[in-house]
């Protein structure tokens, strides 16, 4: 048992229908990570070189870059071990620190998915105000802010897990430590632990969930009052890509952590968690240039300056 002469290892079981073809899906899951750290690495390079995207959504598009990176970076070099062996061995502490900074990140991607919202709103429904209400001492807090409270939300139900009992050898029906399937292999009274993870990801998901439903209710009620349809199009277009990255997001982790599971969930548990650890952070960069004309139009600029560049050395 934990608490007694020995500390338990867990065995992470993956997906083995993968493992049937290893080199293939070692080869998919690896140049998706690399799309999504090359992608988000492309979005924060940019945004932060060219003039015209030095702005707050920009600025704020550049921390949930980064968050994305490290997200997916805490799981899926996991995953890319697993489908090249059987199964993957983790220590009992390398699990909890592995689920910690998933929570960190996954805690502050949220809370920043709601400051951008707030600042959509601001931008639509108070656009004289703007500059003002958010200039870079609020932008630098609000970021901050979304940071520290990430980095202290696993601290208590982290706390609680590491004093279940459990055996000395386990198995985790998951491709990472994730706190479900960790609670359900302890050996002891698991109720307090199910509670503290429940309430914390409770108020962290529901609140900035709240935050950002409030937001984009109060930009849909201006957007409808404009009366030009482009001014419509126009403010919507400013709003839609965040939209739907919140709308992924936060349906899946909901589903995952919030919704009530049986013993036969796990698997789907398994799968879901699959589309917000890997799926989103693909479709992130996807949104937030193929759909957006500022990045467009920056990338656009960047290879003419660049052709420029060869045809003068030619």
């Given amino acids: 048992m934990l608490n007694g002469t020995s500390t338990p290892k867990f065995v992470l079981l993956g997906f083995p229908e993968l493992q049937e073809f290893p080199l293939l899906s070692f080869v998919i899951l690896l140049s998706i990570y690399l799309f999504i750290l090359l992608g988000n690495a492309l979005i924060i390079v940019l945004s932060h070189i060219d003039v015209s995207l030095r702005f707050p959504m920009y600025f704020f598009l550049r921390h949930f870059s980064f968050l994305e990176m490290c997200y997916t970076s805490v799981t899926l070099p996991q995953l890319l071990g697993n489908v090249l062996r059987a199964s993957c061995a983790i220590s009992f502490w390398t699990c909890l620190t592995q689920m910690y900074f998933f929570f960190f990140f996954g805690s502050t991607e949220f809370l920043l998915l709601a400051t951008m919202a707030y600042d959509r709103y601001l931008a639509i429904c108070h656009p004289l105000q703007y500059p003002v209400l958010m200039d870079s001492h609020a932008c630098a807090c609000l970021a901050l802010g979304s940071w520290l409270i990430g980095f202290l939300t696993p601290f208590l139900p982290i706390a609680f897990i590491s004093q279940l009992p459990f055996n000395s050898s386990n198995q985790i029906n998951h491709f990472f430590c994730d706190t ?32 950002t439903l409030t937001s984009y209710t109060l930009i849909v009620s201006t957007i409808c009052h404009i009366p030009s349809v482009s001014g419509r199009h126009k403010a919507f277009s400013t709003c839609s890509s965040h939209l739907m990255v919140v709308t992924i997001f936060y349906g899946t982790v909901i589903f995952t952590y919030l919704c009530p599971h049986s013993d036969q969930t796990f698997e789907m548990d398994k799968v879901v968690s699959l589309l917000y650890a890997v799926v989103t952070p693909v479709l992130n960069p996807i949104i937030y240039t193929l759909r957006n004309k500022d990045v467009k139009r920056a990338v656009e600029k960047i290879l003419y300056h660049i052709k420029n560049k060869q045809r003068k050395i030619s």
């Fill in 180 to 211: 479900g399937p960790l609670i359900k292999l302890s050996t002891g009274n698991t109720f307090m632990a199910d509670t503290i993870v429940f309430l914390v990801a409770g108020v962290i998901v529901l609140l900035s969930f709240l935050l």
